[in-house]
Nanobody, 121 residues
């Protein structure tokens, strides 16, 4: 059993900052990548940022330079520092981990429950 527990969402004015956290727990053998995705009503879930186990990162063009993803491998935790927030960043943010459990033979994707980020004027 694997759980991804997110925290850190909330309300913020344009230009403000928020930091999201996501901790993975359970019978985890290894984590290949962790990341953040976001979704607004009526739209598909989209990539925000990912970080590989070795530390390489990938960002959506819309957030590059404003958001920073980081990872604490010892704690199986991923963070998303969001600066210079814009109203268009408003969405439900989902944590994702591509990992292998002790019981599994292959890795698969797991999702958190989502946390709301609202940027309002």
């Amino acid at each position: 059993q694997v759980q991804l527990v997110e925290s850190g969402g909330g309300l913020v004015q344009p230009g403000g900052s928020l930091r999201l956290s996501c901790a993975a727990s359970g019978s985890i053998f290894s984590i290949f990548s962790m990341g953040w995705y976001r979704q607004t009503p009526g739209k598909q879930r989209e990539l925000v940022a990912t970080v590989m186990s070795a530390g390489s990162t990938n960002y959506a063009d819309s957030v590059r330079g404003r958001f920073t993803i980081s990872r604490d491998n010892a704690r199986n935790t991923v963070y998303l520092q969001m600066n210079s927030l814009k109203p268009e960043d408003t969405a439900v943010y989902y944590c994702n981990a591509d990992l292998k459990t002790f019981a599994a033979t292959v890795h698969r994707s797991y999702w958190g429950q989502g946390t709301q980020v609202t940027v309002y004027s």
